[in-house]
């Protein structure tokens, strides 16, 4: 009989991740969880010695020096409390379904951004204000957690209906809270459905403070010289001004999964299940004309039923239900 599996590829995959970032804490968390499931197999053994070695670490931890280096949380307080939302995403480009263009030029942004005192010295400056466009659900505010991931930085989400203020000159007052922020508090800032800010200034129902509001914002982008990532995203491109685009270092555009994404999609949100039985040519046919996130959570739907029902085999039916439902 063959040994039993003792980690699962996702226990590798972020054992792996949490030693590049050197994340101790977690590195530690999911070696216990390993000796956990070790025991569990049977192997009573390996699950002592890991266990053994994770004590280890801990007490050599808990001696070391006080000086080491520790990086602060980001922590909005104040009038910015109200205006970003600060987390620490552990999503990395992997996690994502993208096409190969896509993937090429965030891949590009990370190398740049890892490498940008080099490029500096030579005069050059890395990409790092991003302009991501495409339809709901396509993974543009997912890429924003992604690149936040890979480059270990907080993800600051700009709230936008704290940001928005009803007197004149007070939101590009705030406006510029944010942009200073940028500079003391590097990080991964993203601006979400960016058409509430950055509209047509030639617009038929445009009013002067919505003007005043997009010439601040393109006056703080292009003067902005932080360590931050801007990150502006939108479903609606046509409705944005063309003074912005050029003040973006990469216009970003995503699409509905084709067939050839659609199904890595599926096997990813569903690996913890049994898909041998799924006709794929039934289920990807339900796929068109659905976003990311619509996809994601029919496999969702299809989960639950398979759960509720006490079986851990996904049946076609279900899923090409769940789909079909997403696109009614």
């Given at each position: 009989m063959a040994r039993t599996q003792l980690a699962t590829a996702a226990q590798l995959k972020a054992l792996l991740e949490s030693y590049t970032e050197r994340d101790q804490g977690r590195f530690l968390s999911i070696a216990t969880q390993i000796a956990a499931h070790a025991a569990q197999a049977g192997d009573q053994q390996l699950a002592e010695d890991l266990?053994?070695?994770?004590?280890?670490?801990?007490?050599?931890?808990?001696?070391?020096?006080?000086?080491?280096?520790?990086?602060?949380?980001?922590?909005?307080?104040g009038e910015l409390a109200g205006l970003v939302a600060a987390s620490y995403p552990r999503t990395r480009l992997s996690d994502m379904v993208l096409t190969p263009r896509v993937a090429g030029r965030l891949k590009r942004v990370i190398r740049e951004y890892r490498n940008a005192e080099h490029l500096e010295a030579k005069g050059l400056q890395a990409r790092r204000k991003l302009l991501l466009v495409g339809p709901p659900g396509c993974g543009k505010s997912m890429t924003a957690a992604a690149l936040a991931g890979e480059l270990g930085r907080p993800l600051l989400q700009v709230q936008l209906h704290a940001l928005i203020a009803k007197f004149m000159g007070e939101t590009a007052a705030k406006l510029h809270l944010v942009f200073q922020a940028m500079e003391r508090a590097p990080g991964v800032y993203l601006f979400?459905?960016?058409?509430?800010?950055?509209?047509?200034?030639?617009?038929?129902?445009?009013?002067?403070?919505?003007?005043?509001?997009?010439?601040?914002?393109?006056?703080?982008?292009?003067?902005?010289?932080?360590?931050?990532?801007?990150?502006?995203?939108?479903?609606?491109?046509?409705?944005l001004d063309r003074a912005l685009f050029r003040r973006f270092d990469d216009v970003i555009e995503y699409t509905y999964p084709d067939r050839s994404m659609s199904g890595p999609l599926i096997r990813n949100r569903l690996a913890a299940f049994d898909l041998s039985a799924l006709i794929w040519r039934r289920v990807l046919s339900a796929c068109a004309k659905l976003s990311h996130g619509e996809i994601v959570r029919a496999c969702e739907d299809a989960a639950k039923e398979a759960v509720l029902g006490g079986k851990d085999k996904i049946m076609t039916s279900t899923l090409v239900h769940a789909l079909q439902a997403r696109s009614s």
């Amino acid at each position: 009989m063959a040994r039993t599996q003792l980690a699962t590829a996702a226990q590798l995959k972020a054992l792996l991740e949490s030693y590049t970032e050197r994340d101790q804490g977690r590195f530690l968390s999911i070696a216990t969880q390993i000796a956990a499931h070790a025991a569990q197999a049977g192997d009573q053994q390996l699950a002592e010695d890991l266990r053994n070695l994770v004590t280890e670490a801990k007490r050599r931890e808990s001696g070391a020096s006080a000086d080491a280096t520790i990086i602060p949380m980001a922590r909005p307080t104040g009038e910015l409390a109200g205006l970003v939302a600060a987390s620490y995403p552990r999503t990395r480009l992997s996690d994502m379904v993208l096409t190969p263009r896509v993937a090429g030029r965030l891949k590009r942004v990370i190398r740049e951004y890892r490498n940008a005192e080099h490029l500096e010295a030579k005069g050059l400056q890395a990409r790092r204000k991003l302009l991501l466009v495409g339809p709901p659900g396509c993974g543009k505010s997912m890429t924003a957690a992604a690149l936040a991931g890979e480059l270990g930085r907080p993800l600051l989400q700009v709230q936008l209906h704290a940001l928005i203020a009803k007197f004149m000159g007070e939101t590009a007052a705030k406006l510029h809270l944010v942009f200073q922020a940028m500079e003391r508090a590097p990080g991964v800032y993203l601006f979400d459905e960016f058409d509430a800010l950055g509209g047509n200034r030639g617009a038929d129902n445009d009013v002067g403070e919505a003007r005043r509001i997009l010439n601040s914002f393109l006056i703080f982008l292009e003067q902005d010289t932080s360590r931050s990532m801007i990150i502006a995203a939108t479903n609606v491109p046509q409705m944005l001004d063309r003074a912005l685009f050029r003040r973006f270092d990469d216009v970003i555009e995503y699409t509905y999964p084709d067939r050839s994404m659609s199904g890595p999609l599926i096997r990813n949100r569903l690996a913890a299940f049994d898909l041998s039985a799924l006709i794929w040519r039934r289920v990807l046919s339900a796929c068109a004309k659905l976003s990311h996130g619509e996809i994601v959570r029919a496999c969702e739907d299809a989960a639950k039923e398979a759960v509720l029902g006490g079986k851990d085999k996904i049946m076609t039916s279900t899923l090409v239900h769940a789909l079909q439902a997403r696109s009614s």
